[in-house]
DNA sequence: GTCTATAATTAGATAGAC
DNA sequence: GTCTATCTAATTATAGAC
């Protein structure tokens, strides 16, 4: 669960890995922001200090540019959410149960481009969405499901429809952090404090478990 | 709770108003779909079969069109929602706030623009939602958020944050149909369909009273 | 590999014919 | 009021200098 990456990229020798992350993060957050349609690469390129020409050197296309950008999201959420180290760990199937929902909302609230993206293009449908749905959210959902559904055997979960489930899990522990901009201007919320996240994670967990 | 909205408009003799509701509803699809910066006003014409310099005429601006779609949509919320003939029908508490938690749910089925319009300015930021923020999601907020405190008091709600809850039960209703592309495309399902709405409300109903 | 110049598209806005 | 033509600005994509 760190806070910030693990500090050694896995390409070989210390030297350059890091511009690609710095040039795709600030992918992330143009694309997030703005939706495909209303980034510009040269935005892009102007916030993480390179040229355009650079980028299209690199990735070619905006598209392939999106798709190496949502790569990097989705790996890097795999290892932020990886719960194996907490399952070695001894804690009953509730109390990972719990671990996951709450670790899932402090995720949220450190990457609120995840959602942003992911939702922005799953309302625009078309071929990123098929692409993404196929390479990344599958994948995800392929290992979430089956999980909610044995807590759902066991008593810890509600039985309904897992489908229904997983996007109110989803959506519900993404909200606040989805739609930061929106809580501030109508209610006056910070939602980034530590103190919001946490009460949030127990929002949760007290009304998906049982 | 008309599933088709009230066949006469409320401007004067029968004539024409009709129109203008057309060219809105157009809007409404075109910029939900592609978000503001994506969308056309030229598509939006052709999708309403007009000239799109007669929109020019009518609304001005791009910024003017949202904004009067955007006024349309909440008016036509506030009319499809209004549970005041529910009210007084002799409901119990727990009652009408269940049958409320499923008109909701209803609606964000037969209207997924509206989610997906407000969800995508709400990410955008920005003068429009801060626009929409003060003349429309305030107006519904202040009056959903001391009725779910009061549902809280009666034990109908979990006592939790009430700015939490009410979105999370907002993103929670709405989301398999802001999300029906990416659920089709991931899970096969239709969400469009009777059967998922009406198991959708039961979920919501089973997960947030008590 | 990096940067600049330019072509080709597209869209918002404007003007004016009808 | 409606429709067409045009202006202007921004963007993706390409070519080529360095």
């Not at 990344?136 to 429809?161: Q, T």
Request: with cysteine; proline share 3%.
């Amino acid at each position: 669960m760190p806070a910030t990456p693990s500090a050694r990229p896995r390409g070989r020798a210390g030297h350059l890995e890091r511009p690609r992350e710095v040039l795709l993060q600030a992918a992330l957050d143009v694309f997030s922001r703005k939706g495909f349609a209303g980034a510009s690469v040269r935005e892009i390129a102007a916030r993480a200090k390179v040229n355009h020409g650079s980028i299209r050197y690199h990735y070619e296309t905006k598209d392939k540019l999106w798709r190496a950008a949502v790569t990097f999201l989705f790996e890097r959420q795999a290892r932020e959410m990886d719960v194996s180290t907490a399952a070695a760990q001894g804690l009953s199937e509730r109390e990972l149960l719990e671990h996951f929902c709450r670790e899932y909302v402090r995720y949220c609230a450190r990457h609120p481009e995840h959602a942003r993206i992911a939702v922005q293009e799953s309302i625009a449908g078309g071929a990123r969405l098929e692409w993404m749905a196929e390479h990344h959210i599958r994948v995800v959902h392929g290992a979430v499901g089956p999980y909610f559904e044995s807590c759902m055997e066991r008593g810890l979960l509600a039985k309904v429809n897992v489908v229904s489930l997983m996007y109110l899990h989803a959506m519900a522990s993404q909200a606040p952090f989805l739609l930061s901009a929106e809580i501030h201007a109508v209610h006056g919320v910070d939602v980034t404090s530590d103190e919001f996240i946490e009460q949030h994670a127990q929002t949760i967990v007290d009304l998906l478990l049982r």
